[in-house]
C-alpha cells in the first residue's frame, strides 16, 4: 500500500498523502510555499468553514444543489467549524495572492469528508462532491476571503472585549482601594504636585474603556459583507438572491450582527475596514503598553527605585541574583503589545497594495489580524490575572516621597512668600528632610500652621487653594 494517493487538478496528476482530505491544489501550495511552517490561525479556519456551511443551505433552498450532497456539505462543514478537522489545513500564511489555496484547501477537506460522508473512499475517482464545483458554488476565492476576514475577527471580538474589561475592572478595583493613598505625582519624570494612587490607577482603568469603545465602532465596519460579488464584484454566476440570503445565514449560524454590502466592488476592492479594526488594535497596544511602563517605573526597585507599587512574585528573576524578582507580566505585555504594533504596520502596508478589483495581500492581512487578536487576548488576560489582581501599594514608600517632595512648598508661597519658599525648598532636598519640618525648623510657620497648609489630600482635589503650579 502506498503512502499517497493520485489526484487531480486543471494542470495534472499531484500525489497527495494517502490520508490527507485535502487535495491537489492544497498539496501544490505545500510544496510551493515552504515558507515559515507556520498554518492557518483557527479563525480563519472557522471562518472560510461558515462561508462553507452557509453557502450549502442557501443552494438547498434556492434549489441549486442535491439534497443529499448539500447535507453531507453542511455536515462536514459543521466538523471543520466544531474543530474536528484542523490539522488538515496546511498552507503556510505566506502563500499565493488573495488567498487561493487557503480557500481550496477548505474546499478540498470539505469536499473529501462530504465524500465519505456519502460513502466514498478518499481514492475513490467516482467520489461525486467537487470542490470547485459544489463546495465553491457561487463563490470565488476573491469575495470569500474578505469576507472571512471579516468573520474572523467578528469571532473572537466578543473575548477580546471581555478581556479587556476584566483589566478595567481589576484596576477599578484598585483605584477604589488605594483611593487614600496620596503621593507624588511626576511629570517629565520629576516631582510634580499630589496626586492620589486611586487617581493614577483609575486613570488606567478609564483608558482600557476608552480603548473598548474605539474596537467596538471599528468593529462595526467589519459587519458589511461582500459575500456574493464574487470573481470582481459583479456577482458573475451567484443567484439574484444569494448574497442576501448568505448575509442572514451567516448571522443565523454565527450568532454575529451582519450587514449586508451597499457596494459589492468596495467590499472586495478596499481593505479599509479590517485596516480600521487593525488600527483600533494598535492603539489599544499602545496605551496597554504605556500602562506596563507605569508600572515597572512605580515597581522598579524596591530599595534604589521608587517602590511605590509591589508586583506579584511568579518567578525568579535572575539565574544569577538570588532573591531578585522581576515585573515579568509587565514585560510580557510590553513585548506582546509591540508585536501587535508591527502586525499592523503590516496589515497598513498590505491594504495599500490593492490594486484595481482585488486586494491580492490578503492572506498577510488575515494572518496577522488573527494573530494580533490571540496575542492581545492571551497577554491581557496573563497581565490581569497574573500581576494586576496582585499588585500591593507601598503607602508608607508613597507618602515617605511625598513628604520629601519640594513642589509641596509651593503650597506656602501665599504665606511665607516666594523667596522664602525656594530657601525651604533648597534646604529640604540639601538635607533630605520633609517641607514640613524644614519650615518649622526655620521658624516660618508653626507646626499646626505648617499641617494645615500642606494638606496634600486637599491639594489632590481641584479648586484654589493657594497652588500655584505649571508644567
Same mark, same amino acid.
Not at 207 to 230: D, F, N, Q, Y
Given at each position: 500500500?502506498?503512502?499517497?494517493?493520485?489526484?487531480?487538478?486543471?494542470? !495534472?496528476?499531484?500525489?497527495?498523502?494517502?490520508?490527507?482530505?485535502?487535495?491537489?491544489?492544497?498539496?501544490?501550495?505545500?510544496? #510551493?510555499?515552504?515558507?515559515?511552517?507556520?498554518?492557518?490561525?483557527?479563525?480563519?479556519?472557522?471562518?472560510?468553514? &461558515?462561508?462553507?456551511?452557509? /453557502?450549502?443551505?442557501?443552494?438547498?433552498?434556492?434549489?441549486?444543489?442535491?439534497?443529499?450532497?448539500?447535507?453531507?456539505?453542511?455536515?462536514?462543514?459543521?466538523?471543520?467549524?466544531?474543530?474536528?478537522?484542523?490539522?488538515?489545513?496546511?498552507?503556510?500564511?505566506?502563500?499565493?495572492?488573495?488567498?487561493?489555496?487557503?480557500?481550496?484547501?477548505?474546499?478540498?477537506?470539505?469536499?473529501?469528508?462530504? #465524500?465519505?460522508?456519502?460513502?466514498?473512499?478518499?481514492?475513490?475517482?467516482?467520489?461525486?462532491? #467537487?470542490?470547485?464545483?459544489?463546495? #465553491?458554488?457561487?463563490?470565488?476565492?476573491?469575495?470569500?476571503?474578505?469576507?472571512?476576514?471579516?468573520?474572523?475577527?467578528?469571532?473572537?471580538?466578543?473575548?477580546?472585549?471581555?478581556?479587556?474589561?476584566?483589566?478595567?475592572?481589576?484596576?477599578?478595583?484598585?483605584?477604589?482601594?488605594? @483611593? @487614600?493613598?496620596?503621593?507624588?505625582?511626576?511629570?517629565?519624570?520629576?516631582?510634580?504636585?499630589?496626586?492620589?494612587?486611586?487617581?493614577?490607577?483609575?486613570?488606567?482603568?478609564?483608558?482600557?474603556?476608552?480603548?473598548?469603545?474605539?474596537?467596538?465602532?471599528?468593529?462595526?465596519?467589519?459587519?458589511?459583507?461582500?459575500?456574493? !460579488?464574487?470573481?470582481?464584484?459583479?456577482?458573475?454566476?451567484?443567484?439574484?438572491?444569494?448574497?442576501?440570503?448568505?448575509?442572514?445565514?451567516?448571522?443565523?449560524?454565527?450568532?454575529?450582527?451582519?450587514?449586508?454590502?451597499?457596494?459589492?466592488?468596495?467590499?472586495?476592492?478596499?481593505?479599509?475596514?479590517?485596516?480600521?479594526?487593525?488600527?483600533?488594535?494598535?492603539?489599544?497596544?499602545?496605551?496597554?503598553?504605556?500602562?506596563?511602563?507605569?508600572?515597572?517605573?512605580?515597581?522598579?526597585?524596591?530599595?534604589?527605585?521608587? %517602590?511605590?507599587?509591589?508586583?506579584?512574585?511568579?518567578?525568579?528573576?535572575?539565574?544569577?541574583?538570588?532573591?531578585?524578582?522581576?515585573?515579568?507580566?509587565?514585560?510580557?505585555?510590553?513585548?506582546?503589545?509591540?508585536?501587535?504594533?508591527?502586525?499592523?504596520?503590516?496589515?497598513?502596508?498590505?491594504?495599500?497594495?490593492?490594486? &484595481?478589483?482585488?486586494?491580492?495581500?490578503?492572506?498577510?492581512?488575515?494572518?496577522?489580524?488573527?494573530?494580533?487578536?490571540?496575542?492581545?487576548?492571551?497577554?491581557?488576560?496573563?497581565?490581569?490575572?497574573?500581576?494586576?489582581?496582585?499588585?500591593?501599594?507601598?503607602?508608607?514608600?508613597?507618602?515617605?516621597?511625598?513628604?520629601?517632595?519640594?513642589?509641596?512648598?509651593?503650597?506656602?508661597?501665599?504665606?511665607?512668600?516666594?523667596?522664602?519658599?525656594?530657601?525651604? /525648598?533648597?534646604?529640604?532636598?540639601?538635607?533630605?528632610?520633609?517641607?514640613?519640618?524644614?519650615?518649622?525648623?526655620?521658624?516660618?510657620?508653626?507646626?499646626? /500652621?505648617?499641617?494645615? %497648609?500642606?494638606?496634600?489630600?486637599?491639594?489632590?482635589?481641584?479648586?484654589?487653594? !493657594?497652588?500655584?503650579? !505649571?508644567?
Amino acid at each position: 500500500m502506498t503512502d499517497y494517493r493520485i489526484e487531480k487538478d486543471s494542470l !495534472g496528476e499531484v500525489q497527495v498523502p494517502a490520508g490527507a482530505y485535502y487535495g491537489a491544489q492544497t498539496q501544490r501550495a505545500v510544496l #510551493n510555499f515552504p515558507v515559515s511552517g507556520l498554518k492557518p490561525y483557527p479563525a480563519f479556519v472557522w471562518s472560510m468553514a &461558515l462561508i462553507k456551511r452557509a /453557502a450549502a443551505e442557501v443552494h438547498l433552498d434556492l434549489g441549486l444543489l442535491d439534497e443529499k450532497m448539500a447535507r453531507a456539505i453542511m455536515q462536514a462543514g459543521d466538523e471543520v467549524l466544531e474543530g474536528k478537522w484542523q490539522a488538515q489545513f496546511v498552507v503556510d500564511p505566506f502563500q499565493a495572492g488573495a488567498g487561493t489555496s487557503h480557500n481550496m484547501n477548505i474546499n478540498e477537506v470539505i469536499a473529501n469528508r462530504a #465524500n465519505e460522508i456519502l460513502g466514498y473512499q478518499l481514492e475513490d475517482p467516482s467520489k461525486p462532491v #467537487n470542490p470547485n464545483d459544489h463546495v #465553491n458554488m457561487a463563490q470565488s476565492t476573491n469575495d470569500t476571503i474578505p469576507t472571512a476576514i471579516r468573520l474572523g475577527a467578528l469571532w473572537r471580538f466578543d473575548e477580546l472585549l471581555q478581556a479587556l474589561g476584566a483589566l478595567a475592572e481589576a484596576f477599578e478595583m484598585k483605584a477604589a482601594e488605594w @483611593d @487614600d493613598i496620596v503621593k507624588s505625582g511626576r511629570t517629565h519624570l520629576q516631582d510634580a504636585v499630589p496626586v492620589r494612587l486611586g487617581q493614577e490607577v483609575g486613570a488606567w482603568a478609564k483608558a482600557v474603556r476608552r480603548s473598548m469603545e474605539k474596537l467596538a465602532l471599528a468593529a462595526e465596519g467589519l459587519r458589511r459583507l461582500g459575500i456574493g !460579488g464574487t470573481a470582481t464584484g459583479s456577482a458573475l454566476n451567484a443567484h439574484p438572491e444569494y448574497h442576501k440570503r448568505m448575509v442572514a445565514k451567516l448571522s443565523q449560524l454565527s450568532g454575529l450582527k451582519l450587514y449586508e454590502s451597499d457596494n459589492l466592488f468596495e467590499s472586495m476592492q478596499s481593505m479599509g475596514d479590517a485596516t480600521f479594526f487593525s488600527s483600533a488594535l494598535r492603539t489599544t497596544a499602545q496605551d496597554l503598553s504605556r500602562i506596563a511602563n507605569d508600572i515597572r517605573l512605580l515597581s522598579s526597585g524596591p530599595t534604589t527605585g521608587l %517602590a511605590e507599587l509591589t508586583c506579584p512574585p511568579v518567578q525568579p528573576g535572575s539565574s544569577i541574583m538570588p532573591g531578585k524578582v522581576n515585573p515579568v507580566l509587565a514585560e510580557m505585555l510590553n513585548q506582546a503589545m509591540f508585536h501587535i504594533m508591527g502586525n499592523d504596520l503590516t496589515v497598513l502596508l498590505a491594504s495599500q497594495a490593492g490594486q &484595481l478589483e482585488l486586494n491580492v495581500m490578503m492572506p498577510i492581512i488575515a494572518h496577522n489580524l488573527f494573530e494580533s487578536e490571540l496575542v492581545m487576548i492571551g497577554a491581557v488576560n496573563a497581565f490581569t490575572t497574573k500581576l494586576v489582581v496582585g499588585l500591593v501599594a507601598n503607602s508608607d514608600r508613597a507618602t515617605a516621597w511625598l513628604a520629601k517632595n519640594p513642589i509641596l512648598v509651593t503650597a506656602l508661597n501665599p504665606i511665607i512668600g516666594y523667596k522664602k519658599g525656594a530657601e525651604v /525648598a533648597k534646604k529640604s532636598l540639601a538635607e533630605n528632610k520633609s517641607i514640613r519640618d524644614i519650615v518649622v525648623e526655620l521658624g516660618y510657620m508653626t507646626a499646626e /500652621a505648617a499641617d494645615a %497648609a500642606l494638606d496634600a489630600r486637599k491639594m489632590t482635589e481641584g479648586g484654589i487653594q !493657594g497652588v500655584s503650579a !505649571g508644567g
